[in-house]
Nanobody, 122 residues
Framework: QVQLIESGGGLVQAGGSLRLSCAASGGTFSSYNMGWFRQAPGKEREYVAVINRSGGKTYYAGSVKGRLTIYRDNAKNTVYLQMNSLKAEDTAVYYC???????????????WGQGTQVTVSS
């Protein structure tokens, strides 16, 4: 099972940008579809973006489409989430996850990172 470690979170003003990284180890990274999810206080974990094994297909939640971009570098065993035009409602803990299927459902992911906090001040 692949191990995942996120980094890049922090505090940013509304309208600003952040790039999250998720480094994988202990497995064949290119055999996994990867997802970014987020969880705000008092809310359920929600899908943000998904990318397939090759990086050729991406999927986004409607609330982030056009502002967030998921991409991966299989040579570096890393998946990224570029976050632009951030809003206060993007504040959450962001998790990356790995799955053998392409899915927007958290239950289909069997490897998770520890999460990284993103706080957007308005």
């Amino acid at each position: 099972q692949v191990q995942l470690i996120e980094s890049g979170g922090g505090l940013v003003q509304a309208g600003g940008s952040l790039r999250l990284s998720c480094a994988a180890s202990g497995g064949t990274f290119s055999s996994y579809n990867m997802g970014w999810f987020r969880q705000a206080p008092g809310k359920e974990r929600e899908y943000v973006a998904v990318i397939n094994r090759s990086g050729g297909k991406t999927y986004y939640a409607g609330s982030v489409k056009g502002r967030l971009t998921i991409y991966r570098d299989n040579a570096k065993n890393t998946v990224y989430l570029q976050m632009n035009s951030l809003k206060a409602e993007d504040t959450a803990v962001y998790y990356c996850a790995a799955a053998v299927v392409v899915s927007t459902t958290p239950d289909h992911y069997n490897s998770w990172g520890q999460g990284t906090q993103v706080t957007v001040s308005s």
